[in-house]
């Protein structure tokens, strides 16, 4: 059976996708030794036999505008974006060969709507939903779908400090139609369906897991 290979594999949601999916994965993950973004990704030379990808590496780097340097523009960009360009290069060929393949990258609510203290993270999310449309059209007729999910705040290891009191998570709470936080469970069962986009016709999608933040008032 082809597999899926999962960029970011330690990530909260990755590991609850691990959990919940009968699919084979190959993962790979900076915290496991096996995965440097920054290099030439050579570790990914030897993957063959994939029909799935899905990119999880993503920061929240929150603070004032005034506050955000160029580096951290430059970082976000790098982690959330770049590495995903860097990822699919590397794999394309492997994608093409399964005859409809499904790769998922991961947004976030920040690129389509306006959230004080979000211009960096905001900017890289949105930047990563419009590759991921512009592969979805270059890549349509070699069978490779490109598809996005994008939460809104949910409870991971990137969002600790954003929940770490009851007040905190209360507010963010209260700040959601659905008045819950996110479950990194529901987010990955997302996933999960898009990794069979091609079965299911889609293509250059960004689904919203978000309680409706994105679209409701
Ligand atoms: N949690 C939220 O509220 C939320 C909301 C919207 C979008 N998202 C997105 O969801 C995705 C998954 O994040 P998560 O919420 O599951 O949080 P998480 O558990 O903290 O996962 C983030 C992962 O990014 C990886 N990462 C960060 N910088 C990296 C680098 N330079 N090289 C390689 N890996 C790097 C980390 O890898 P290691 O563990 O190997 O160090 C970590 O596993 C991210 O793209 C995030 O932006 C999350």
């Known amino acids: 059976m082809a597999k ?18 009968d699919r084979e994965f190959i993962c790979l ?24 990808l899905v990119y999880f590496p993503g920061t929240i780097n929150l603070k004032p505008f005034t506050m955000l340097k160029e580096d951290d523009f430059l970082n976000d960009f790098k982690v959330n974006v770049l590495g995903a360009a860097k990822v699919v290069k590397k794999v394309i060929n492997q994608l093409k060969e399964s005859e409809g393949a499904s790769v998922v990258f991961i947004s976030s609510v920040a690129a389509n709507i306006g959230l004080p203290f979000h211009a960096s993270i905001g900017a890289s999310k949105s930047a990563l939903e419009g590759m991921a449309r512009s592969l979805a059209a270059e890549y349509t007729n070699a069978k490779v779908c490109f598809n996005v999910v994008a939460p809104s705040l949910t409870d991971t290891s990137l969002s600790t400090n954003l929940l770490k009191t009851d007040r905190l998570v209360e507010a963010s709470k209260e700040r959601n139609p659905m008045k819950e936080i996110g ?35």
Do not use: C, Y
Request: glycine share 10%.
């Open 4 to 21: 899926t290979l999962l960029i970011g594999a330690n990530s909260t949601i990755a590991q609850a996708l691990q959990e919940n999916s």
């Open 29 to 52: 993950a900076r915290s496991e030794g096996n995965l440097n973004l920054d290099g030439d990704l050579s570790e990914l030379d030897d993957v063959t036999d994939i029909n799935g």
């Open 183 to 217: 479950d990194p469970q529901k987010v990955a069962k997302t996933i999960d369906f898009l990794l069979d986009a091609h079965k299911n016709w889609m293509t250059g999608q960004v689904i919203h897991v978000d309680g409706g933040m994105n679209n409701l008032k």
